[in-house]
C-alpha cells in the first residue's frame, strides 16, 4: 500500500534525518519523500499518532513458534503476526519445532508458510541432526534454501569437536554457528539460579559455572579454528566479561541477551511461579546490572525477546517438572524502555540483520521502508489483555512498561497494534 506517515520523529544514527520529525511518503514499498511536510496529492493513506516515532525495522534473533509439531504452542501465521504488531520486521526462526529443521525441506516449509506476511522469517537449521548434538546436520543444503545460521535452541554441544568441526565447515560457504552456553553435567537437575533465593525456596541451582565454562569453552574453540561464532542469550556477568576480552583479542564473536534477564531477577520466583522458569534461569541483580552494562558498552550486541511460548499443560506444574520458556514479542519495547535508552533499544533490536548477514538499509529517500512505529511516552501495565500469542504463559505479566510498538511498515504492509 501507498503511505504518507505524518510528523514521525526518526531515530536512527545512519540517517541523515536522524532526530528530526519529518513527514514521509513511501510508494510501493519505497521511501519516496522526506520532508518538514509532504503533499498527498495522491490520495494515500495516511498514518499519524500523537509522539511518533520511527526506527529502521526491529529484528529478533531468537523467536520459536512451534509449526511445525507444536501448533497449540503458536503457529507461523499468527507468529509472524504477533511481531508485526509488536514493532518487528523480521525474526530468525529457532529450529525447535516437530519434526527439527534439520534439513533443507524443512527450510523450504517453513519459508513457505511465511510468504507474504509483513514480517519476514528467516529460519535457523539445526546445527546437529534432530539437534541431538551427535552428527551435523545438512548444513550448506539449509544454506541454499535459505537458512541464516545453524544452532541447536537451548542445546549446548558437550562434544568439543563436533563445535570445532561445526566451525571449520561452514567457514566455506561463510555461515554462522549459534552455541547456546550451558554445561548439562554441572547443571544436573537444577531449575533456577544458585544462589539466595533458590536455597531458600529449596529448589536445585544452577551455577553461573555452567555456563561460563562453556562460553570459554567456545571461545577457545574459536581461537583454534577462525570463523563466526554467535552466543545467544547470555546471563551472567562473567559471560559479558569473556566475550568483552575476547572481542578485544579479535575474535569473530557476536552475543545476545535476553529482554528477561535485562529486567527481571531471581527474585521473581518466590511464589514458586513457573511463568518466570526460563533457560538460562534468571540470575541475580549483580548479574542484570553486569549484562546491562554490556548492553551499553557495545560487548553484547544485539537484545532478543526469546520468544519460547508454552502450551498450558507445561507451565501448570510443580517448578520442577515445568519446561522453560516465556512468550516475549509483546512486552519487548515497553519493558526495555524502563531500563535502557532509547537510542540504544533501537541499535541493539536492529543489530541482528548485520549479525546474521541479512541487507538493512538506513531511513533514507529511494530506500525500501522497513519501518517500526513506536511512541515513547505512555505509561501501562502488562496483562492477559496485551497478549496475542496463543500461549498466555509470561514472564511480564504485572510488569510495568514505558512506551509502546504502534506497528509496522513492511513489504508494503501497515500493520498497526491497534
Not at 103 to 132: C, M, R, W
Not at 186 to 201: H, Q
Request: one cysteine or more.
Amino acid at each position: 500500500m501507498n503511505l504518507v506517515i505524518r510528523k514521525a520523529k526518526i531515530i536512527d544514527p545512519k540517517s541523515p534525518y536522524h532526530n528530526q520529525t519529518v513527514d514521509l511518503k513511501i510508494t510501493e514499498g519505497v521511501i519516496e519523500e522526506i520532508a518538514a511536510s509532504v503533499t498527498n496529492t495522491a490520495q494515500y493513506e495516511e498514518f499519524s499518532h500523537d509522539g511518533l516515532h520511527l526506527s529502521q525495522g526491529w529484528f529478533d534473533t531468537s523467536v520459536s513458534l512451534g509449526e511445525p509439531g507444536f501448533e497449540d504452542r503458536e503457529t507461523i501465521a499468527n507468529g509472524l503476526y504477533v511481531a508485526a504488531k509488536s514493532g518487528f520486521t523480521g525474526i530468525a526462526l529457532q529450529p525447535n519445532s516437530h519434526p527439527i529443521i534439520d534439513n533443507q525441506s524443512q527450510v523450504h516449509f517453513v519459508k513457505q508458510k511465511a510468504a507474504n506476511s509483513a514480517t519476514d522469517l528467516y529460519p535457523i537449521g539445526a546445527l546437529t541432526k534432530n539437534s541431538e548434538g551427535k552428527d551435523l546436520a545438512e548444513l550448506y543444503d539449509m544454506k541454499n534454501a535459505g537458512a541464516v545460521a545453524f544452532g541447536d535452541y537451548g542445546k549446548s554441544l558437550s562434544n568439543a569437536n563436533l563445535l570445532k568441526i561445526g566451525l571449520q565447515y561452514v567457514q566455506d560457504f561463510d555461515g554462522l554457528v549459534i552455541a547456546f552456553a550451558q554445561d548439562e553435567n554441572i547443571k544436573g537437575n537444577g531449575v533456577a539460579n544458585e544462589g539466595v533465593v533458590s536455597t531458600r525456596l529449596g529448589l536445585k541451582g544452577i551455577p553461573n559455572l555452567a555456563e561460563e565454562l562453556i562460553v570459554a569453552r567456545n571461545l577457545f574453540l574459536l581461537a583454534y579454528t577462525g570463523g563466526k561464532l554467535h552466543i545467544p542469550t547470555i546471563s551472567t556477568a562473567q559471560s559479558v566479561a569473556l566475550i568483552r576480552e575476547a572481542k578485544a583479542k579479535g575474535l569473530a564473536v557476536t552475543c545476545s541477551v535476553s529482554v528477561h534477564h535485562l529486567v527481571l531477577t531471581d527474585e521473581k520466583l518466590d511464589g514458586f511461579d513457573t511463568r518466570y522458569k526460563v533457560s538460562p534461569p534468571l540470575r541475580t541483580e549483580a548479574d542484570r546490572q553486569a549484562l546491562l552494562a554490556g548492553v551499553l558498552d557495545d560487548t553484547i550486541d544485539c537484545i532478543t525477546s526469546d520468544h519460547n511460548p508454552m502450551d498450558i499443560e507445561h507451565k501448570k506444574m510443580e517448578f520442577d517438572l515445568a519446561k522453560n520458556g516465556t512468550i516475549g514479542l509483546e512486552s519487548a519495547f515497553g519493558a526495555l524502555l524502563t531500563v535502557l535508552p532509547l537510542e540504544k533499544i533501537t541499535a541493539k533490536l536492529t543489530s541482528g540483520r548485520a549479525i546474521l548477514n541479512i541487507e538493512s538499509q538506513a531511513i533514507d529517500k529511494n530506500k525500501k521502508a522497513n519501518l517500526s512505529l513506536f511512541e515513547v511516552d505512555s505509561r501501562w501495565e502488562f496483562n492477559q489483555e496485551s497478549i496475542l500469542s496463543k500461549s498466555k504463559s509470561s514472564a511480564f505479566l504485572g510488569q510495568k512498561m514505558k512506551g509502546k510498538a504502534l506497528g509496522i511498515y513492511n513489504q508494503g504492509k501497515l500493520v498497526l497494534a491497534s
